[in-house]
Structure formats: C-alpha cells, structure tokens
C-alpha cells in the first residue's frame, strides 16, 4: 500500500444510558470488571449521543484521535485496549467503487484517525465516556469489517469504559458482571427494546455542565477500598434489585421501576458519603429537585415520576407518562425559572412538544405558573432561578447506527482530519 492515498471513512451514532440500578465499583481495574451487575434505560440519540468518525489510509503515520474539535493523547491503556481488540478481529474489508481492498493481515500495518462530538456536557455526570467508547467500538468494527455480534462488542466497549457495554443496545439493557477472571462473561444483554415501554418520558434537569471534581474512576477505586456499604450493597441489595427490576420492565410496573429507581441511586450516593475521603456529586440543587419529586408523589398516592442521578448533580427524571412530564415540567420551571428573555425552545431541548402539554409557550407563561398545591404552604414557594441551566427533554431510544449521509462526518474524506 505504500504510496496509496485513499482514506475509508465510517461515521456512527450512538446513545448514552443512564443506570436505574448503578454500576459502581469494580473488582479489575485492567479489564474493568464490575462488582455487581447494572441496568440501565438507552436514551433518544436524537437528543443525546456521540456521533463518531473513524478513517483509515495508508498515508497516516500514528493513531490520531479529536474530542469535541481538540486533539487527544491515544497513549492511555482505555483507548489502546479498544483499538487492540478490535484490530485482532478485523477482516478482510473491499470497497470495489473506490478501488479499495485491505486484507486481515494489513490492519496491523494501517493506522486510524478518529474524530469524536457528544451533543451534550463531556464529564458532568451524564455518561459521556460510556456514549463515546460505545461508539468508537462500534464504529472500528464497521470500518474493519468485525463479525461479532452486540453482545461480543460490548465486551470490548467494556474495556474502555464500563458503563460504555449498555450503550450497545437500545431500550432497556443489562450489564452482567460475569465470574470469568478474563471478563469474558462480563457482557451486556437486551432486556427489551424501546418500544417495550414506549409511555416513558424522560426529563433531565442540566443542574452543571462542569467537570466533576472526583472521576468516577477515582472515585469508584476509593469507594472500594474505604466504603464497608458498598460491600453489603454488592452482596446483599443488588442481586436482589435486579431480579425485581427485571420483574418491573417486563411487566411495566411504573410504581416498583420507580420505588427501585429512587432508592438505588440514594443508595450510590450514601456509598459516595461512606467513602474515605466522602465524595459529593450531588448538590443543594440536586436535593431541591429530589424533595419536590418526593413530595408530589407521595401527594398522588403513586409514584408519578422516578429520580435518578448518576456521578454528578445533573437529574434525570422519568415519567410514566406525557401527562406526568408535563406536570412535572411546570412544577420544575415554577422552582428554577429560567432568566427573563430566555428562548424556552433553548432552555428546553429535544421534545419541545412536551412545553405545549405543559400549556408554557413562552416566558410569561412561566412567570403566571402557580405554585404545586402539594407544596404550597407558604414557605416551600422559593423559586431559585438559574440553578438548572437547562432541561432535555428524551424518551428509551435505540442503539448505535451507521450514518451513511457523508456530510454528517467529522472527517475530511480527502485528507481524513477534522474538518
């Protein structure tokens, strides 16, 4: 190939997740190897995802990678291992309109270029590695003709970011721990697709955009070696979680995916406050939309709406239905009004409809929104504006998909850098 100056290039999509029973902790950190095993709802990829371009030319001389339009070290063991395992099952890949054909043993020799976008905070809690190594896994295995299967892949992705394994698959999707010392069997599965449960609204309330100050790997490895919680949480709650949660999406059981929702995310963060040093991802902001979701359904009798938050103050909060978003929405923009002026079609993204259920079209209809009648007692009705920078507004999605339109790629076609 020396000489040759074609560049082959595959653009992906792929979703983020959020884990309704967390992921936290790990028994490997080489091959990244949980200490339980995790469930996770694959979010709207229209709303939130990392689109990925991945090139290959023999006129690359390294491995070069772009996140978010800046380029990146590839010297870190995560990425080596995913372009690793992904080159020893390359095939033989030909492109007859471009003259190209690249056999097995070439993929050694070629180097790859990749440029990576996330539509939403890299680093704030909202599983942006888990989208990005998902899709850098599965796009390589597009570009060097990989035949295995989500489940195998997933293990690789798995190897760059543990959460990355769910993003595999769309809708409702379990992380098994497996027993295997060589990870193996530490794979992801489908538990249902996203049409399964096609009634679910999902609201995430952007409380930062910031870096957090504690990684989750940092914050993981201290967890395991401090915090006495999660052992008990491992062995004893999770196993038990799981089968009920599984119970739960089967049966769409809003009351008991809720109640379990709730109760494992509170149980993460007290793992985080039973860690040495204590870790906070949470903020004031965070435990303010807690209590008026506590409270609105305790006053309906029935859980309207479950809470969950990752490793970082960002909420994300899932509705049984439309009409339970739309309420939940008011209730939200009564408490953390946006600035006056605001163009709510930029302070809500994703499915805007959700504003009009709402009976919101613009500012002044939030300034007239009364305050929740199960919190208004006069003293629960400050409002606290700009403490959510914004809401995205997105429902279970689908899985990883190629993007076939040339002008979606992050890559030039000719020269195979960022464009």
Known sequence: MVGQKWV?????????????????????????????DSISVTLDPNHLCTTTTVAVSPAFDRDRMWLNGK??????????NCLREIRKRATDVEDKEKGIKI???????????????????????????????????FALAKLMNVREDEGKLSSIARQGSGSACRSLYGGFVKWIMGNNEDGSDSLAVQLADEKHWDDLVILIAVVSS????????????????TSLLLKHRAQEIVPKRVVQMEEAIKNKDFP???????????????????????????????????????????????????????????????????????????????????????DLNSYVIGDKSILQDAGVHDMKDVESLSPPPELNDGISNQKYPGDV??????????GPVVLCDESKALLDPETGLPK
């Open 210 to 225: 910031r870096q957090k100050e504690t990684s989750s790997t940092s914050g993981m490895r201290e967890s395991v070696e």
């Open 256 to 342: 008991s995916f809720a109640s379990l929702t709730c109760a494992d995310s509170n149980q993460f963060h007290a793992i985080c406050l039973d860690t040495s040093p204590p870790i906070f991802y949470m903020n004031d902001t965070s435990h303010k939309i807690i209590s008026i979701v506590e409270k609105w359904n305790r006053a309906e009798g029935t859980p309207q709406v479950a809470y969950t938050f990752d490793a970082g103050p960002n909420a994300v909060l899932i509705a049984h239905d439309r009409k339970a978003a739309s309420e939940l929405l008011k209730r939200l923009l009564f408490y953390f009004p946006p600035g006056a002026g605001t």
């Open 103 to 137: 056999a097995k043993n070439d993929w050694e020799n070629l180097h790859v270029h990749i440029a990576s976008h996330n539509n939403f905070p890299t680093a704030a809690g909202l599983a942006s590695s888990a989208a990005g190594f998902a899709c850098l896994v």
């Open 389 to 398: 920078t914004y809401f995205i507004c997105t429902r279970p999605g689908h």
């Open 71 to 80: 380029e990146i070290s590839l010297v870190g063991g995560r990425y080596q």
């Open 8 to 36: 082959r290039l595959v653009t992906a999509q792929t979703p983020t997740n959020i884990a309704v029973i967390k992921y936290w902790g790990k028994r490997d950190e080489t091959l990244i190897l949980p200490v339980n």
